[in-house]
């Protein structure tokens, strides 16, 4: 599976953003896609995953009630929408996609098996 991340950019805080994983090579479907984001000097963390049935979601604390990750499946695409963004947003953000991560282990990224190119996200104050 080939990864394609998108859709960073420059915004203010409080704005929204809305990111594009477009995948090839194989369908989403039956797949645990996930975003995970790595800021400057840190560590990547886990932000946000959708189980192999696209019935289960999970988030991380920080993003929870703010961002939302979906699926498009005709269009083989999974989207991250982040809104009321924040400068702790800040980072560059990446997909990923694994066809054996078993619920518990949406927020690991050692679980997944394929990951896109990051795209930046830079928020201002």
């Known amino acids: 599976v080939q990864l394609q991340a998108s859709g960073g950019g420059v915004v203010q805080a409080g704005e929204s953003l809305r990111l594009s994983c477009a995948a090839s090579?194989?369908?989403?479907?039956?797949?645990?896609v996930a975003w995970f984001r790595q800021a400057p000097g840190k560590e990547r963390e886990f932000v946000a995953a959708?189980?192999?049935?696209?019935?289960?979601?999970s988030y991380s604390k920080s993003v929870k009630g703010r961002f939302t990750i979906s699926r498009d499946i005709a269009k083989n695409t999974v989207y991250l929408q982040l809104n009321n963004l924040k400068p702790e947003d800040t980072a560059v953000y990446s997909c990923?996609?694994?066809?054996?991560?078993?619920?518990?282990?949406?927020?690991?990224?050692?679980?997944?098996?394929?990951w896109g190119q990051g795209t930046l996200v830079t928020v201002s104050s």
């Open positions: 090579g194989r369908t989403l479907r039956g797949v645990a």
């Open positions: 990923a996609a694994g066809a054996r991560v078993i619920t518990s282990s949406l927020s690991n990224e050692d679980a997944y098996d394929y």
């Open positions: 959708s189980d192999r049935t696209n019935a289960g979601t």
